[in-house]
């Protein structure tokens, strides 16, 4: 139900070009692939070690991807970085004991309330104007991850 969700997301929403699909699609697999090589890890780290790690390997993907593209921040952009690096270590942190502690098949799905954050904040600050379709891809997607929790076997 969550990939068809994206599918009609990307199916009826022109703004959606294919590269951020694809990017997005591989973004999920690595999550997935990182919220189960947590729970894996267990308690044997403490979620400080599993973050440093988690950041850097970030900030160098990140700072080899962004080679040819970069732009010099400007002003009001340091400001903007500092904060998401703040909220993003703090967000990281709490992500990473609350998959320590309990089942990732439980936690996953309460991630995705974050996509509520971003509509609300994509509308509010930045005027973003949804279609009926991405409202309804976007509600098939969260509707199916919440649908795992009822769902999955223990």
Known sequence: MAFLGVLVLKGFD???????LVLILAASVFSGLVYVAIRRIGKSDKPIVIVNYFMFVGTVI?????????????GNDWLLFLSLGIFGFFGQIFMTKAFQVAKTNLVAPLKYIEVIFTLTVGVLWFGDVYTIWSLLGILMIVGALVANVFVSKD
């Open 14 to 20: 022109g703004a959606i070009d294919n590269t951020g």
């Open 62 to 74: 990140g700072g080899v991807l962004s080679l040819f593209n970069w732009k010099n921040p400007e």
